[in-house]
């Protein structure tokens, strides 16, 4: 069984468009991350969310939202797609405070 | 500042050495240190993790750490073509969840 699965695994479309990635955990993990891997592979977080406190990365532009219907699901919405905002973006998820996180297989997003 | 540094590489070592990736961080209060790999086109894999100052060692691999120093390294032994990869290393701020990467030290193993 996966345990951090994210879809589509690849998204391709155009400037301007409105797109969502899904994610999901079936680790019992409390807390879910989203991260942006940008084309020289440096991996950022983007946000952390629990069914208590989302933290979000202040350089994320408000274009980004998540979106969490359930402790196992952190959906990433994006509105007004930009040519920067191409990328790999991995979903993660993590059990209490300093343990490890496990990363979904990531979802290549590239704008046209 | 960046919060976490690695050495880009590439760092080339033949098949059978020891290959040693180090890393330095910046916040002093960083408590978790985690070593990942990720090969191309793929996701990060958790390799080691570790808390306390001093050595651990899991199979091949051995994770050291320095809080005084502010330095965590990793050590691959009989390095075998299979490791080549990226590694990240990776440190979790005091009292947050995520995590600060370095940019990753890309290894080639040389059969």
């Known amino acids: 069984d996966t345990a951090v699965s994210q879809t589509p695994k690849y998204l391709v479309t155009q400037m301007g468009n409105d797109k969502s990635i899904k994610c999901e955990q079936n680790?019992?993990?409390?807390?879910m991350y989203w991260y942006k891997q940008d084309s020289k592979k440096f991996l950022k977080i983007m946000f952390s969310?629990?069914?208590?406190?989302?933290?979000i990365n202040e350089t994320v532009p408000n274009r980004f939202s998540p979106k969490s219907p359930d402790k196992a699901h952190l959906n990433l919405h994006i509105n007004s797609l930009e040519l920067g905002d191409s990328a790999v973006y991995f979903c993660a998820s993590g059990g209490r405070e300093n343990q490890p996180q496990h990363f979904g297989d990531g979802t290549r997003l590239s704008i046209l | 500042q960046k919060e976490v540094e690695q050495n880009s590489g590439p760092l080339s070592v033949p098949e059978g050495a020891i290959a040693s990736l180090n890393c330095t961080y910046s916040?002093?209060?960083?408590?978790?240190f985690f070593w990942y790999r990720q090969y191309s086109g793929k996701s990060p894999e958790l390799i080691m993790f570790i808390y306390s100052n001093g050595d651990k060692e899991d199979g091949r691999f051995t994770a050291q750490l320095n809080k005084a120093s502010q330095y965590v390294s990793l050590l691959i032994r009989d390095s075998q073509p299979s490791d080549s990869a990226t590694y990240l290393c990776?440190?979790?701020?005091?009292?947050?969840?995520?995590?600060?990467f370095g940019t990753g030290t890309r290894l080639t193993v040389i059969p």
């Open positions: 680790l019992g993990h409390d807390t």
């Open positions: 969310y629990n069914n208590k406190e989302l933290i």
């Open positions: 990776a440190v979790t701020p005091p009292g947050a969840n995520n995590l600060f």
């Open positions: 916040d002093r209060g960083s408590q978790s």
